[in-house]
């Protein structure tokens, strides 16, 4: 039975193309180049971060964040960045009893922006609200604590397998594993070996299928 259901943000929710456009604008080069090099950082396995590298070595994100800002430039994303799904699987959630959470790697700032869209949830947290990232396992363990339940009582949903799926199943909980974004682009070339960490619950491109999860039991594959 489930009892929670929470979710990743960036491109689980969040459609993050105008966000890494007005990087691509930041850095002083075209957002079709910058995209290029995103994709074929994610595609050699390496952290998306060193898209950065590429273009400006010695790059840090943060004090950059914080230089937009300050420049009247700061990081936003708004209803029309949500994925179209998004509002009817979240409410359809919360009309079936089941505590709808989302937390994931994310500003402060982030947190503000999800909030003030009024999104049918329980509960919304960032990373930076906590003070520790995915994947590290600390950071299950707070979602099981905000949720109320036991691990094996939440699915966690993400559009990556090394940050949101992999380390949400070794802390016991349940995975839904969305597969689109540049991270869904990437694993959908990858052959999937038998003993790959996949999701239980595997949506090509949406949430709508989370609705069905209150019925359906884990698979003895993806166990």
């Known amino acids: ?67 937009r800002a300050d420049a009247g430039q700061p990081e936003w994303f708004g209803e029309d960045d949500l994925y179209p799904d998004v509002r009817p699987a979240l409410s359809k959630l919360r009309e079936m009893g089941v505590w709808v959470g989302v937390v994931g790697n994310q500003t402060v700032r982030a947190g503000g922006l999800l909030r003030g869209l009024d999104l049918p949830t329980d509960f919304i947290a960032t990373s930076d609200d906590w003070g520790i990232q995915k994947p590290a396992p600390e950071f299950f363990h707070k979602v099981v604590e905000a949720a109320g339940c036991a691990a094996a009582e939440i699915v966690y949903v993400g559009d990556r397998i090394d940050n949101d799926v992999a380390p949400a199943k070794r802390v016991g909980m349940r995975t839904a594993y969305i597969q689109r974004g540049p991270w869904g682009g990437s694993i959908a070339k990858q052959k999937r070996s038998r003993n790959s960490p996949i999701g239980e619950f595997v949506t090509s491109t949406s949430c709508q299928g989370l609705s069905a999860l209150r019925t359906r039991r884990p698979s003895s594959a993806a166990s």
């Open 1 to 67: 039975m489930i009892g929670a259901v929470v979710f990743d943000v960036g491109e689980t929710l969040v459609d993050e193309t105008r966000e890494y456009g007005t990087w691509a604008d930041w850095l002083g080069v075209p957002r079709h180049t910058f995209a290029a090099v995103f994709g074929a950082v994610i595609a050699s396995g390496l952290d998306y971060r060193e898209t950065f590298q590429v273009f400006r070595p010695g790059f840090d994100l943060d004090l950059e964040r914080q230089a």
